[in-house]
């Protein structure tokens, strides 16, 4: 079946360290790939995302590219701050879903001054 | 647009009682899901609906749970009688799927935070 792998937290990173959050997916059709960020009490919210191979998705400094030859979805951030500890989630959603995601477990971020 | 509306934003019951989440979705979306969120095993889909029809229900834990969706603007879950593994953190999310593949992101609520003594 569809799944998503992240890789395994907690991560802890000091103030403007280089972030990358790794994402993996297996599906049996051509996915939509997504990177949710979840602030503490909240619900999650969708962070950026990408719908086509190559396409780059991009927000609030974070970045991530759509590699369909490794199946990859892979989080970056060049200087992280401390209002960026949160839990992010990796996701996918196929047409033949009906709508569906699948989720990673997410992976929690601790940015210290 | 007010995004997606959930209550009460925290419930403490004790076992055995009934309990009963609310939620709104944003206007003009037709998939609405319900999903539970621990510490132990994350964020789990119980269940979504499109048009107000239950397609997948596969992730509703027990007979205790139950869900329903009367119209587009309304959904609720309920659990009978609640016991405190139940204790969780319940969200509510939905989407549309108007503007075609790939499908638009999800969209969730503040979430329900549900303490079975």
Same mark, same amino acid.
């Not at chain 1, 759509?66 to 990796?90: I, N, P």
């Given at each position: ?14 103030e ?30 969708l &962070?950026?995302?990408? $719908?086509? *191979? ?6 609030? /400094?974070?970045?991530? %590219? ?25 996701? &996918?959603?196929?047409? $033949?879903? *009906? ?6 477990? /997410?992976?929690?971020? %601790?940015?210290?001054? | ?27 003009g ?15 789990e ?26 119209n ?20 509510c ?25």
């Amino acid at each position: 079946g569809d799944s998503v792998t992240q890789m395994e937290g907690p991560v802890t990173l000091s103030e403007e360290a280089f972030l990358t959050i790794n994402c993996t997916y297996t599906a049996t059709g051509y996915p939509s790939l997504f990177w949710y960020v979840q602030y503490p009490g909240e619900g999650l919210q969708l &962070l950026l995302k990408a $719908t086509k *191979a190559d396409d780059k998705g991009s927000n609030k /400094g974070f970045e991530a %590219t759509y590699r369909k030859e490794t199946t990859s979805f892979h989080l970056e951030k060049g200087s992280v701050q401390v209002s960026d500890s949160a839990v992010y989630f990796c996701a &996918l959603t196929l047409n $033949t879903n *009906a709508g569906k995601s699948t989720f990673g477990d /997410g992976t929690t971020l %601790t940015v210290k001054p | 647009d007010a995004g997606v509306i959930q209550s009460p934003r925290h419930e403490v019951t004790e076992m055995g009682q009934e309990v009963t989440l609310r939620c709104k979705p944003i206007s003009g979306h037709d998939y609405l899901f319900w999903y539970r969120q621990t510490m132990m095993r994350g964020l789990e889909l119980l269940i979504y609906f499109n048009n107000n029809v239950p397609i997948d229900d596969s992730g509703m834990p027990e007979d205790r749970f139950s869900a329903k969706m009367p119209n587009a603007s309304f959904s609720t879950l309920k659990i009978q009688p609640s016991e405190p593994r139940d204790s969780a953190v319940y969200f509510c999310a939905s989407s549309t799927s108007k503007t075609g593949f790939p499908y638009n992101e999800q969209f969730f609520g503040p979430g329900t935070r549900l303490t079975v003594l």
